[in-house]
């Protein structure tokens, strides 16, 4: 399922800042990716899940630097979901980036949350109802 980070136009410097290093990334053949971290003491929602965007680009005398901006979070439903059905049972989840989508003034990134095989809606339901 193709999701889009919430909250971007709060860190629109952040988000341009990763969209612009990320192309500048992808030309150079250097990696850019998303990352995920968890923000249990966020006031607004204890399941907040942080987006980091991170870019490697090489400094002036070519030693690689990765730059880590805050670009948003998962949204507050999803953000639940994940943190019942998968962070609590101490199953692993990872974030890919899909797109991001510049119209100026917006710019839309979109991902994919991806949990390890077997951990689908449906196989989990079967697991479940075996459990009965």
């Known amino acids: 399922m193709m999701l889009t980070v919430a909250g971007t136009n ?3 410097p952040a988000v341009e800042s990763f969209m612009r290093k990320a192309q500048a990334a992808e030309s150079a053949g250097l990696k850019y990716r998303l990352e995920l971290e ?3 003491s966020n006031k607004h929602d204890p399941n907040a ?3 980091i965007g991170v870019s490697e680009h090489k400094t002036l005398f070519g030693a690689l630097k990765s730059t880590a901006w805050h670009i948003g979070y998962v949204d507050a439903q999803t953000a639940s979901e ?3 059905e998968f962070i609590k049972q101490g199953v ?3 974030i890919v980036l899909y ?3 510049s119209n100026p003034p917006y710019i839309d ?3 994919m949350l991806l949990a390890p095989p077997g951990n689908s809606f449906s196989a989990r339901r079967m697991r479940n109802n075996k459990k009965i």
């Open 99 to 101: 797109a991001i989508y």
């Open 38 to 40: 968890l923000e249990p």
């Open 109 to 111: 990134v979109n991902y």
């Open 82 to 84: 994940f943190t019942t």
């Open 92 to 94: 692993e989840i990872s």
């Open 10 to 12: 709060y860190r629109k």
């Open 49 to 51: 899940i942080k987006i």
